[in-house]
């Protein structure tokens, strides 16, 4: 079992920024993949970006140039840098780690941007 803790959320103005930290409760070095999904009330769970274990990035089109995923083995941490937030940001952020023997998901952090 994996537990993952995220923090960093809160409200914002737009144009705003924040940091998530997501912390698993063991090692991430063979992790696949972790990565970053939000869920807006009304709307499914959407992916917003994925770090693999090799490194590798990829991002949703609509945080492209604004969102950055890294990671910190040594901390058994992933992070998301949140820059240039807009309104259409606000959601629920979840973290979630791909290992060989399961997938495992934090249990939320509200993002809320507004003026």
């Known amino acids: 079992q994996v537990q993952l803790v995220e923090s960093g959320g809160g409200l914002v103005q737009p144009g705003g920024s924040l940091r998530l930290s997501c912390a698993a409760s063991?090692?991430?070095?063979?992790?696949?993949?972790m990565g970053w999904y939000r869920q807006a009330p009304g709307n499914q769970r959407e992916l917003v970006a994925v770090?693999?274990?090799?490194?590798?990035?990829n991002y949703a089109d609509s945080v492209k140039g604004r969102f950055t995923i890294s990671r910190d083995s040594a901390k058994n941490t992933v992070y998301l840098q949140m820059d240039s937030l807009r309104p259409d940001d606000t959601a629920v952020y979840y973290c979630?780690?791909?290992?060989?023997?399961?997938?495992?998901w934090g249990q939320g952090t509200q993002v809320t941007v507004s003026s």
């Open positions: 063991r090692s991430i070095f063979r992790a696949n993949s």
């Open positions: 979630s780690v791909r290992f060989n023997f399961g997938t495992y």
């Open positions: 770090i693999t274990g090799v490194g590798s990035t």
